[in-house]
């Protein structure tokens, strides 16, 4: 069975089919600048007033597929990594020097996002369907946004390995913040998405605060339910109890990508007790 991302019924993104049978699409944005950028780049005119640089209208460019069987829904883009992206580009000197790890990735725009002003990104996806070379990909066609260049690391990080390679887990012994966009959308996959938040905290010093994205995906029967998002946060709260807490954001944040930002996207803030 194909399903489909939603947000192309919404927006046109001008996506072009190349020839391997996906898409390239054009995500536009407007690009804050950090404390360190205007420290960097304000100009004085002659009488040593500020002068105000005006926002580009910067995009960046992402090929993905525009349907896809259910285990390959990481070749597509879903709403939750808009709402990602939009958080970042709110709160860009947050990650000024910071590591920054992504999980379930997809085809990699909140890593690219977040590579414009953190020191080192981990992208990091289970490699079906040839996700992790799509990143690859993706990475090159928007390298001019990685402040120190090569800043991205792409690996392959699957929530039901029994081991992670010792390269990656000398990487994630060192990372600060972490996102995840759009991965509760499977009871199984959510059972081993919590043992590897559990496994990160563990390992990883340093990190502090996670960002999980999701869309909350509603059953209409005799009464409104969405069975996914409750069976997480069911199972997230007895398995992390007495070491991890949980508080849902606000998203009234700035919205600088085009995507419905509706009611049902969630942004949830998981820190060590
Ligand atoms: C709905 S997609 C979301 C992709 C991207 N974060 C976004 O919002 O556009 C779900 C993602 O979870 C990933 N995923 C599924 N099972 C996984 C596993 N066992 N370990 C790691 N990632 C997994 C998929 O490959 C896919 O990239």
Redesign the pocket.
């Known amino acids: 069975m194909e399903v489909s991302s939603e947000i192309y019924e919404e927006n046109d993104y001008g996506s072009v089919t190349i020839a391997n049978g996906n898409v390239i699409s054009k995500y536009r944005f407007n690009k804050p600048t950090t404390t360190l950028d205007e420290r960097n780049e304000l100009q004085h005119d002659n009488e040593s007033d500020i002068i105000v640089k005006r926002k580009k209208n910067e995009f960046i460019e992402i090929e993905h597929k525009k349907s896809s069987i259910l285990s390959e829904?990481?070749l597509?883009?879903?709403r939750?990594?808009f709402l990602l992206n939009d958080f970042i580009l709110n709160n860009p000197d947050m990650f000024l020097d910071k590591n920054v790890l992504e999980?379930?990735?997809?085809?990699g725009?909140?890593s690219i996002v977040a590579s414009m002003y953190s020191k080192k990104v981990l992208c990091?996806?289970?490699n079906?369907g040839g996700?992790l070379d799509l990143i690859r990909r993706n990475v090159l066609l928007n390298d001019h946004y990685q402040k120190y260049r090569n800043n991205i690391e792409i690996h392959e990080?699957?929530?039901?390995a029994d081991r992670w390679s010792n390269e990656l887990e000398k990487a994630l012994a060192d990372i600060d913040i972490c996102f995840?966009?759009?991965?509760i959308?499977d009871d199984d996959?959510s059972i081993?998405f919590i043992k590897t938040i559990l496994k990160l905290f563990k390992l990883s010093p340093k990190l502090k605060e996670m960002y999980i994205?999701l869309e909350k995906r509603y059953v209409f029967t005799d009464c409104v339910v969405a069975p996914m998002y409750e069976f997480f946060m069911k199972k997230f709260s007895q398995e992390t109890a007495g070491i991890l807490k949980y508080n849902e954001m606000s998203t009234s944040f700035k919205q600088y990508f085009d995507y419905e930002k509706c009611k049902e996207l969630v942004l949830i803030k998981v820190n060590r007790i």
């Open positions: 829904v990481g597509q883009l879903w939750g990594a999980l379930g990735s997809g085809v725009i909140t990091t996806d289970i079906i996700i990080l699957d929530f039901f995840v966009a759009d991965v959308y996959i081993g994205a």
